[in-house]
């Protein structure tokens, strides 16, 4: 079959069994779905079309030819894997064409700069929906397990946010999903890139070949236009090639948008004062991208518009805990997010900072000495503990780490990150006033993967339960 008559096969079938979507985990196949088979294994295939059969699924396609008995129709395409998105654009009737699709991606920042958008654009009567792995209960905001998910379910997503008349919609784009063509074919009105650092070097095997996935991202699409924080060179290399991209710097005021140390951003001679934010420098530097991309859709700002914001959930998130010291959960888990964490917390406080973190296991284990170097640098009191250590000795992740830290004598290691949570807040309670303990590397996350298993864990939650119980 070619592929002009496999969309057509799709869109029949579509139209007579009134199917709704189009899968490609067999795990979520719901009744008349379509499911797509894509595994390499021909047992795994196998297996997967069977179960998504025993789901209602009512079209099978496969990459190549494969006979089951008394199955729905099944049908193939050869080079399958690279029609995805036009299979998914035909089936959702190009659904990002009929919305203003915003796609935020950096190393850092992604998750705080949306949440921001969404809100400065919800609070300007846009109708916004946004697409998250962070969950919430706020109206507008939608939960995907994955960063940027695969087309289909983006697709679906910005299919039904055309129903619900929402005029723009959210996404942040991973490094992995455009590597992988999962928003290929996706129709961005608007890009935002926030930085750069050493990040999933273990996919990506060097920094120069993730700064390339990163930078692909804005030469492939046809954005009205993209705000572009130049303060790396990536940046600076990304706005170059595009005059129809806007700048954006904490550090070179001749940017088109110029985030001063007083916290004041510039744009053709207005200024914003945004010190009416109650968070830290990088939070507010965060706060003023958003607050540029949304004035790059020629949106014009009133500040009197801007209370109660909020940041994500595991962003520099604040927990009580003793009078005159704080307990602070933040996500940072790369050496550029934990120093930028870490000296704005140094900066505010006078007292002592213990550090609790971890490095991910099966993940880039170049970055773990670095991450020992940064803690130290800041920190008072170091406890090494466990974070996804997946299928990996935690013991070698903790020696990875040691590497970069020089003072044995104020780090301690605790496996157990329940146990290392209960030693922090014990030496926090009998710090100085004015002390911090931080939790870093897991921020929203409910869960640690460990020896290959997925374990319900929330640090925040970890917090409370310690703290009522004493």
Same mark, same amino acid.
């Given at each position: ?14 139209? %007579? ?36 059969? +025993? ?53 850092? *920042? ?6 921001? $958008? ?21 109206? *507008? ?47 961005? +009105? ?133 009078? *005159? ?24 406080? +006078? ?39 997946? $299928? %990996? ?58 020896? *290959? ?18």
């Amino acid at each position: 079959m070619n592929f002009k008559e496999l969309i057509k096969t799709i869109l029949k079938f579509k139209n %007579e069994s009134n199917c709704k979507s189009i899968s490609l985990n067999s795990k979520k196949v719901k009744k008349n779905d379509i499911f797509i088979a894509l595994s390499n294994d021909f047992d795994k295939n196998l297996e997967n079309i069977s179960e998504a059969i +025993s789901k209602g699924a009512g079209l099978i396609i496969t990459e190549k030819k494969i006979q089951i008995k008394n199955s729905p129709p099944i049908i193939n395409l050869s080079d399958l894997r690279n029609k995805l998105s036009e299979i998914s654009n035909e089936f959702y009737e190009f659904p990002s064409k009929k919305i203003k699709l915003f796609g935020i991606t950096g190393t850092n *920042g992604k998750s705080s700069v949306s949440s921001f $958008l969404h809100q400065i654009l919800n609070k300007n009567n846009i109708k916004t929906a946004l697409l998250t792995s962070i969950k919430s209960r706020k109206k *507008g905001i939608f939960f995907s397990e994955l960063t940027t998910p695969d087309i289909f379910f983006l697709n679906d997503f910005l299919f039904n946010s055309n129903l619900d008349n929402f005029e723009g919609a959210v996404l942040e784009v991973s490094s992995h999903a455009i590597h992988q063509d999962r928003v290929k074919g996706l129709n961005f +009105s608007y890009g935002c890139f926030t930085n750069i650092s050493r990040d999933h070097l273990d996919y990506h095997k060097s920094l120069k070949e993730y700064s390339k996935v990163k930078e692909s991202f804005f030469l492939n699409n046809s954005f009205n236009s993209a705000l572009i924080n130049v303060d790396t060179p990536l940046g600076e290399k990304i706005k170059k090639n595009n005059k129809n991209f806007l700048s954006f710097s904490s550090k070179k005021q001749n940017s088109d948008f110029y985030f001063d140390k007083s916290n004041i951003l510039s744009y053709d001679n207005f200024n914003y004062d945004l010190n009416f934010f109650d968070g830290p420098r990088f939070m507010k530097l965060n706060l003023a991208m958003a607050m540029s991309l949304a004035i790059c859709t020629k949106l014009k700002i009133d500040l009197k518009t801007f209370k109660n914001f909020y940041t994500p959930a595991g962003r520099f998130e604040k927990q009580k805990t003793f009078n *005159g010291k704080l307990c602070l959960i933040d996500y940072a888990h790369t050496p550029q997010a934990l120093d930028v964490v870490l000296k704005s917390i140094r900066s505010d406080s +006078s007292g002592d900072i213990i550090c609790i973190f971890g490095c991910g296991g099966d993940r880039d284990k170049g970055k773990r000495p670095n991450m020992g170097r940064v803690v130290e640098r800041y920190s008072n009191k170091i406890i090494i503990t466990n974070d996804n250590s997946r $299928l %990996e000795d935690p013991d070698k992740i903790k020696d990875d780490i040691m590497k970069g830290i020089s003072k044995l004598s104020k780090t301690k290691y605790i496996s157990d990150r329940k146990e290392a949570i209960k030693y922090g807040l014990k030496l926090l309670k009998k710090a100085k006033n004015d002390s911090v303990l931080l939790i870093s590397g897991k921020g929203h996350e409910n869960y640690q993967e460990i020896n *290959g298993k997925k374990i319900y864990f929330n640090d925040k939650k970890v917090v409370k339960e310690i703290l009522n119980a004493n």
